[in-house]
């Protein structure tokens, strides 16, 4: 998996290799990365271009390598001062504002398992993973720079990281440090990032690069819904099902910074790590300072291979604990039903519907504690509100496990409000800055996690209350971004170190509470999808995707969010109709259809529905049951399609496929339907295809049935052969139907959908 040759290091997965050079200099030079390629080929020297010829002004190393061009040298670590002008990985300060570094090739080991310096982390394995710490040493000072690299074989990721230590003297203060640096020897790639806002969450952006900088990050203390730390470089010819795609991802939850630099040289370096905006670090004597993990994967296939390699691996090493392996409950969030006006008799009568029609989970969400009646009170005082539920958490609790259904509770303990008991006793608690006014996100306040006084007061708190109601699942939300950077905490240096300090007193808490309470389901909220990250999955393997449910908006957040996240860490539910974000009507079958994809559940009033929308949720119920492990755990691939109106998923796990079909708009009389064609599947076998029965009401669709109940039904059916399934595709449309039931078989109105189940034929 990983060996040396020479001067060459290979770090090999199933389908990839990763190569190193140490150059005759000693400066650590990345060869390639790519294909699998074998340690012994013959005339591997030739497939890197070398060192370019010095022209003009620029520098060369020393008069030994005049042409040893550093800024046109391809690195795995760059410093700055030595002729190198791109971004660096490593910035330093020292010896009273020296930043010069020079680290040459060191010392090497090659071992099993990982390195695991850092919290939160990738798991180990010794069996499967093997890794390589490469040390470097600066030329003139006991400055010394650990890579370290680890190969997932099964899962075609190799994961990186840094760690500097300084073993001078006098103390050295680091103001920039990535836990991976790529250089690539050519320039025609594009950069897909994923973007967007509260309520757009992770929308894909593809753009070309051009020479200079482009900067993807977040400088909010969270990961951030404007901009996730998942990138990808893709070819111009790069589809998801074709062409080269390499992917990289950060196991992070605070500031981020993606640095894609295009060289005049037409080459590029790729950059991920905390982000240097207000970073500072200082190292004493014998001090060291170890980055987050990256993972990084590549596709010769396009980019829905690399997505499933990065689902693979986060599946297996990042989520642990109980609910790893297992299916996630399908649930009822009280609070699109409700919001803050609520009586334990409503909880209870919607809970009470909710398990008639097989839902397993109830959450209550914010307005149980304080003096939480509205958004501008209580947060911070973690006691229940006895006006509301008389007999406490406890009493709700035990009605609730009476009733079969799983208790789940929302709580967002990094905040606080001015109106709450703790703000009263502790207001230095609240990030701010001393003589200013704070400015204020959704009437409340960051607590300052970075001080250990007030994580151990959360910690109490929280553990009293998930004990007292047998809590089996709690969403942690977290409602707003930072403002007013200071910190009481001696330990911040010229806050420096704040933002960093407040994810770590953050991973503190959460590790504390996630070993504390083991079988709790533990979902990370932060506005919807505003911490949607690696980091936040080591405690908690769901997430909440976005606050936005509207089914339109949904294909977007969900196809951006799947392009790096597997589809059991996303929550999604259906919600009522009009919208509540965007004040779209969209039919209850098709925001199923579109939901279903991840952890389920509904987020609406089921005491207010008809008895049609019932029998409807119901059916959905059943099918989401009998498929859950499909559509939670199986390969997840975006189908490409030649009409920019339709959306084509599929999931496929074991013999069964399941494949959802989108309109964005009704467009009557186009002659043309797109093709279903799924490459995946096996050529040698036969597949029957049949729909997910699906009720269409007359009042969506105005007079065009004559009486309600028209409907797909999973016995129309046909079989179909896996190479023209392969190969050609197939037409959805009226072979699916009989007895004359035409209309039912495609898509009707503006966002309507179907999805098909694909079973392989023994």
């Given amino acids: 998996m990983i060996s040396k040759r020479g001067d060459y290091f290979f ?9 190193i050079k140490i150059l005759d200099t000693g400066h650590v030079s990345h060869f390639s990365y790519g294909v699998r390629i074998d340690p012994s080929e013959k005339g591997l020297e030739f497939i890197h271009e070398g060192f370019d010829v010095n022209i003009g002004c620029g520098t060369y190393y020393d008069e030994s ?22 971004e660096p990985a490593l910035e330093v300060r020292y010896g009273g504002g020296l930043f010069v570094l020079d680290p040459v090739f060191c010392s090497y080991r090659i071992f099993k398992g990982k390195n695991e310096d850092f919290l939160p982390c990738a798991l180990s394995d010794e069996e499967n993973v093997e890794s390589l710490e490469l040390v470097l040493k600066d030329k003139l000072l006991d400055i010394f720079i650990h890579l370290f690299y680890s190969a997932y074989e099964e899962e075609d990721v190799i994961l990186r990281s840094a760690r500097i230590e300084n073993m001078m003297d006098d103390a050295l203060v680091l103001e920039n440090v990535s836990s991976m640096m790529l250089d690539l020897p050519d320039s025609d790639w594009e950069l897909l990032s994923f973007d967007g806002a509260w309520a757009r969450e992770r929308y894909i952006t593809r753009r070309a690069l051009s020479p200079g900088v482009t900067v993807i990050d977040s400088k909010l203390g969270c990961s951030s819904s404007e901009h996730n730390s998942l990138i990808y470089l893709v070819r111009k010819e790069t589809s998801a099902e074709s062409g080269e795609a390499i992917a990289m991802n950060l196991i992070y939850s605070g500031n981020h910074s993606e640095r894609i630099e295009v060289s005049p040289f037409s080459k590029i370096r790729v950059l991920t790590g905390i982000n240097p905006f207000n970073f500072s670090w200082t190292l004493e004597k014998g001090g060291s300072f170890s980055t987050p993990e990256a993972i990084l994967t590549y596709s010769a296939s396009g980019w829905n291979d690399a997505a499933l390699n990065f689902h693979s691996f986060i599946k297996k090493y990042i989520i642990r604990g109980k609910w790893k392996d297992r299916l996630r409950p399908v649930l009822i969030n009280n609070w699109e039903a409700t919001y803050f006006n609520f009586t334990e008799k409503k909880l209870l009568s919607l809970a009470s519907k909710a398990k008639e029609l097989g839902i397993e989970l109830f959450v209550l969400d914010d307005g149980w504690f304080g003096r939480r009646t509205s958004d501008r009170a209580g947060l911070g005082d973690w006691v229940c509100n006895r006006s509301r539920l008389p007999d406490g958490l406890e009493g709700l609790g035990r009605k609730l496990h009476s009733m079969d259904l799983l208790f789940g509770l929302w709580v967002e303990p990094e905040m606080v409000s001015e109106n709450s008991e703790l703000f009263e006793k502790h207001p230095d608690w609240r990030i701010s800055i001393p003589g200013r006014t704070p400015s204020v996100g959704r009437h409340q306040y960051i607590l300052d996690l970075s001080r250990k006084e007030v994580v151990d007061y959360l910690y109490s708190a929280l ?10 699942y709690v969403k942690w939300d977290m409602n707003r971004t930072m403002s007013d950077y200071f910190s009481l905490n001696k330990d911040v240096s010229a806050m420096g170190g704040f933002f960093h300090k407040y ?25 919807g999808g505003n911490r949607y990250d690696l980091g936040m999955l080591c405690f908690m393997p769901q997430t909440w995707t976005s606050d936005n449910t509207d089914i339109h908006h949904r294909i977007s957040i969900q196809e951006g969010t799947l392009m790096g996240y597997p589809q059991s860490t996303m929550g999604a539910h259906v919600s009522a109709s009009p919208g509540h974000q965007s004040l779209r009507k969209s039919g209850i079958e098709s925001r199923f259809n579109v939901a279903c994809w991840g952890a389920f559940g509904y987020e609406l009033d089921l005491t207010k529905l008809c008895d049609e929308d019932l029998e409807a949720i119901r059916n959905q119920i059943g099918f989401y049951k009998k498929y859950r492990n499909v559509l939670q755990n199986g390969k997840f691939r975006k189908i490409s399609s030649r009409d920019d109106n339709l959306v084509f998923w599929s999931s496929t796990l074991n013999k069964t496929t399941i494949v959802l079909e989108y309109q964005i708009l009704n467009r009557p009389n186009t002659g043309f339907q797109d093709k279903l064609r799924l490459p995946f599947l096996d050529r040698s076998k036969c597949y029957r295809i049949s729909n997910r029965r699906q009720i269409i009401r007359k009042e969506d669709l105005g007079d065009i049935f004559s009486s309600y109940g028209k409907s797909v039904s999973e016995e129309y059916s046909a079989v179909v052969s896996g190479r023209l399934l392969c190969d050609y595709g197939i037409f959805l449309g009226p072979q699916f139907a009989g007895n004359g039931v035409f209309e039912t078989t495609r898509i009707l109105g503006d966002f309507g959908s179907r999805l098909y189940i694909i079973e392989e034929m023994d």
Avoid: Q, W
Avoid at 66 to 83: H, I, Q, R, S
Avoid at 508 to 517: E, G, N, P, Q, W
């Fill in 503 to 527: 994810i770590l007193g953050l991973y503190d808490l959460l590790s504390r509470i996630t070993k504390r309470f083991p079988d709790i389901l533990f979902e990370s909220c932060s506005a």
């Fill in 11 to 19: 770090i090999s997965t199933k389908s990839t290799t990763y190569v």
């Fill in 65 to 86: 390598h005049p042409m040893m061009f550093m800024d046109n040298l391809a690195m795995e670590y760059g410093t700055v001062g030595k002729g190198d002008a791109r």
């Fill in 463 to 472: 553990c009293e209350v998930f004990s007292l109601g047998e809590v089996d």
